[in-house]
C-alpha cells in the first residue's frame, strides 16, 4: 500500500515536471512575449490527452500541438493579459482615493479582475477538453464561473496558495507552478466537464 502510494507521488511529480520541462522550452521558443500562451495552451492540451500516464509524453506532439495553437492562444493570452493589466492599474488608483464611495468602485473592480482570471483559465482547459472555438468555450466558462460559488471559492483558494507558495519558494516556478495552475484548473473543472458532457449526450 506505501509502495503504491510513493510510486503515484512519483508519478505526479514526474508528469509536473515533464510539463513544466515544455512549458519553459516551448515559452522560449516563442521568444518569450509570444511563447506564454501557446505554451500553456499545450500543456493544457497534453495533459488533457494523457492525463498521469508519462510513457505517453512526446516533445514532438508538443511541438505539434503549440505550432497549431500558436496563433488563437496568443490572441486569447493577450486579450486577457490587457484587460486584466487595464484593471489592475484601474483598482491602484481607486485605491489611491479614501473616499467612502470608491469603495463599491473597488468591489466592482476586484471582482472584475477575479473574474478574468478564472475565464482566462476556464477557457484555456476547456478548449483543450473540447474541440470549441473561443467563443463557445468563453460562454461556457462565463457559465462555470458562476455555477458553483464554493467551487469557485476553492478554485480561486488554491491558486491563491499556489501563488503563495511559489513567492516563498521562487524557484517552484522552474518546476511546479505553471503545471499545478492548469492542473489546479482541470481538477476543479471536472464536475463542470460532466455537467456539459451530459448536456451534450440528451
Request: charged share 10%.
Amino acid at each position: 500500500m506505501l509502495g503504491q502510494a510513493t510510486q503515484n507521488v512519483f508519478t505526479k511529480v514526474y508528469v509536473m515536471l515533464i510539463l513544466s520541462f515544455y512549458f519553459w522550452i516551448l515559452t522560449v521558443a516563442g521568444l518569450v512575449i509570444a511563447g506564454v500562451g501557446p505554451a500553456m495552451r499545450t500543456v493544457a492540451e497534453i495533459y488533457d490527452h494523457h492525463g498521469w500516464q508519462y510513457r505517453e509524453y512526446h516533445w514532438h506532439e508538443s511541438w505539434q500541438t503549440f505550432k497549431q495553437v500558436f496563433k488563437a492562444a496568443n490572441m486569447q493570452w493577450w486579450g486577457f493579459a490587457i484587460v486584466g493589466a487595464i484593471l489592475s492599474e484601474s483598482l491602484y488608483l481607486a485605491l489611491q482615493f479614501k473616499v467612502g464611495w470608491m469603495l463599491f468602485i473597488i468591489f466592482i473592480l476586484i471582482f472584475a479582475l477575479l473574474l478574468c482570471l478564472a475565464l482566462g483559465m476556464f477557457t484555456i482547459v476547456l478548449q483543450s477538453h473540447y474541440d470549441v472555438t473561443f467563443k463557445v468555450a468563453l460562454r461556457l466558462a462565463v457559465s462555470q464561473f458562476f455555477s458553483s460559488f464554493p467551487r469557485l471559492l476553492l478554485f480561486l483558494g488554491g491558486l491563491l496558495m499556489i501563488v503563495v507558495f511559489t513567492i516563498k519558494w521562487p524557484g517552484l516556478i522552474l518546476f511546479m507552478t505553471i503545471p499545478a495552475l492548469v492542473l489546479w484548473t482541470f481538477y476543479i473543472s471536472a464536475k463542470w466537464f460532466t455537467f456539459v458532457d451530459a448536456h451534450l449526450a440528451e
